[in-house]
């Protein structure tokens, strides 16, 4: 599958040329894997460029001081873990330095790396991130809608947190981008790069045996799901190196994407072994592949009225009804001495210099007008089935 990453008329074909049976009588993916240990050393057994999208939730080093406290005194549940603590700031940065690099190694040329932050390490990631050479695509901002409230009363309420979305390297342009697809699924409208989702709570968020949450910082699924189905395929290869409790692995095999998950602390790698165990891969036509204006099978204007689509001698208008132009049994159009394509004509009836005739030409019907692009889809559907 190519991908684009242009936009598609809001009637280009939402379909594949796999068909179901198909699809479902494909091999299985390779189980997830879990591996305990740190993740520098853990990636250098990696093969070098086999990994398609880097998922990375590295600690914070969030710097709290003393127990943070509410204002009737009681204590607040924070990130005081020894994993989350760091010596200075350069010893993060060299640890940044370290994890990234071992991430590039293993990328594909056209893989990508998402790693989410806050203010307390995102700006210094991103600094080594384009030390490092990669290109940085989007800085997403996942906007809490339950975010904890600053107790102290002394700050903003921090309520979101920063992804950044970077290819291997510039030079590599062909990096998977499910613009499309996201569109669609946004009723035909680009997808923000500023995304709504609550932090993970309920049944969803991990618990011990004291009935308290098992990892501190677990995100929720929702995310992940959005940022696998942004930049990957069924079957690609997702790494995360700082794995936790398995909330990407447990989305990537529900997704149908092969999955690599690194974890230092052994009571979260098995929770994580456990929970992703448990998921259920989603049947392979949810998740076929999206056809773009791109991708999508070349229809010329003569196959409408070979179909009987349109019939030769009548007339198209536009969607106003201000000029109406003769269809020829050839699959030209004249407008008055002028012969030409749907484009041409299109064009020199508005008084333009180009024009797209799919969109702008319409059939009066019983019913009103109809989109001349609407029966290229059907021909293109009639395309996918015989493919099929």
Request: proline share 5%; hydrophobic share 45%; charged share 25%.
């Given at each position: 599958?190519?991908v684009?990453?242009?936009?598609?008329?809001?009637?280009?074909?939402?379909?594949?040329?796999?068909?179901?049976?198909?699809?479902?009588?494909?091999?299985?993916?390779?189980?997830?894997?879990?591996?305990?240990?740190?993740?520098?050393?853990?990636?250098?057994k990696?093969?070098?460029?086999?990994?398609?999208?880097?998922?990375?939730?590295?600690?914070?080093n969030?710097?709290?001081?003393g127990?943070?406290?509410?204002?009737?005194?009681?204590?607040?549940?924070?990130?005081?873990?020894d994993?989350?603590?760091?010596?200075?700031?350069?010893?993060?940065?060299d640890?940044?330095?370290a994890?990234?690099?071992?991430?590039?190694?293993v990328?594909k040329?056209?893989?990508?790396?998402?790693?989410?932050?806050?203010?307390?390490?995102?700006?210094?990631?991103?600094?080594v991130?384009?030390d490092?050479?990669?290109?940085?695509l989007?800085?997403?901002?996942?906007?809490?809608?339950?975010?904890?409230?600053?107790?102290?009363g002394?700050?903003?309420?921090?309520?979101h947190?920063?992804?950044?979305?970077?290819a291997?390297?510039?030079?590599?342009?062909?990096y998977?981008?499910?613009?499309?697809?996201?569109?669609?699924?946004?009723?035909?409208?680009?997808?923000?790069s500023?995304?709504?989702?609550?932090?993970c709570?309920g049944?969803?968020r991990?618990?011990?045996?004291?009935?308290k949450?098992?990892?501190p910082t677990?995100?929720?699924e929702?995310?992940?799901?959005?940022?696998?189905?942004?930049?990957?395929?069924?079957?690609?290869?997702?790494?995360?190196?700082?794995?936790g409790?398995?909330t990407?692995?447990?989305?990537?095999?529900?997704?149908?994407?092969?999955?690599?998950g690194?974890?230092?602390?052994?009571?979260?790698?098995?929770?994580?072994?456990?929970?992703?165990?448990?998921?259920?891969?989603?049947?392979?036509?949810?998740?076929?592949?999206?056809m773009?204006?791109?991708?999508?099978?070349r229809?010329?204007?003569?196959?409408?009225i070979?179909?009987g689509?349109v019939?030769?001698?009548?007339?198209?208008?536009?969607?106003?009804?201000?000029?109406?132009?003769?269809?020829?049994?050839?699959?030209?159009l004249?407008?008055?001495?002028?012969?030409?394509?749907?484009?041409?004509?299109?064009a020199?009836?508005?008084?333009?210099?180009?024009?797209?005739?799919?969109?702008?030409?319409?059939?009066?019907?019983?019913?009103?007008?109809?989109?001349i692009?609407d029966?290229r889809?059907?021909?293109?559907?009639?395309?996918?089935?015989?493919?099929?």
């Amino acid at each position: 599958m190519v991908v684009s990453r242009r936009g598609a008329s809001a009637r280009a074909p939402r379909v594949s040329f796999e068909s179901a049976a198909a699809a479902d009588s494909a091999p299985a993916a390779a189980a997830p894997r879990i591996l305990t240990g740190d993740c520098v050393a853990e990636m250098t057994k990696l093969p070098a460029a086999s990994v398609d999208l880097v998922f990375a939730d590295p600690p914070y080093n969030l710097q709290l001081q003393g127990d943070l406290k509410r204002p009737d005194d009681s204590r607040v549940d924070a990130v005081d873990d020894d994993w989350d603590k760091f010596s200075s700031f350069s010893a993060y940065d060299d640890f940044s330095r370290a994890w990234l690099a071992a991430c590039r190694r293993v990328m594909k040329p056209s893989a990508t790396l998402w790693v989410i932050g806050s203010y307390h390490n995102i700006f210094r990631v991103g600094t080594v991130l384009q030390d490092l050479g990669f290109w940085i695509l989007n800085d997403i901002v996942w906007r809490k809608s339950n975010p904890m409230p600053n107790f102290r009363g002394r700050r903003f309420t921090n309520a979101h947190e920063t992804l950044i979305w970077a290819a291997r390297q510039a030079a590599h342009k062909d990096y998977t981008f499910n613009y499309e697809a996201l569109k669609a699924g946004n009723d035909d409208i680009q997808m923000r790069s500023d995304w709504l989702f609550p932090l993970c709570t309920g049944e969803e968020r991990l618990k011990g045996r004291d009935g308290k949450k098992l990892h501190p910082t677990q995100k929720p699924e929702a995310l992940l799901a959005r940022v696998i189905l942004a930049a990957s395929r069924p079957d690609d290869l997702v790494l995360d190196p700082f794995c936790g409790t398995g909330t990407t692995g447990a989305v990537a095999k529900r997704l149908r994407r092969r999955f690599i998950g690194i974890e230092r602390e052994a009571d979260y790698a098995k929770a994580a072994q456990k929970r992703i165990a448990a998921v259920a891969p989603l049947s392979k036509p949810t998740l076929a592949g999206f056809m773009t204006a791109r991708e999508a099978p070349r229809v010329p204007f003569t196959a409408l009225i070979e179909r009987g689509l349109v019939a030769p001698g009548i007339k198209l208008t536009d969607a106003r009804r201000r000029h109406r132009a003769l269809v020829r049994a050839d699959g030209a159009l004249s407008l008055g001495e002028t012969v030409g394509s749907i484009h041409r004509i299109g064009a020199l009836a508005q008084g333009l210099e180009a024009c797209n005739g799919w969109t702008f030409w319409h059939v009066e019907t019983p019913k009103g007008l109809t989109c001349i692009d609407d029966f290229r889809a059907i021909v293109r559907s009639e395309m996918s089935a015989a493919a099929g």
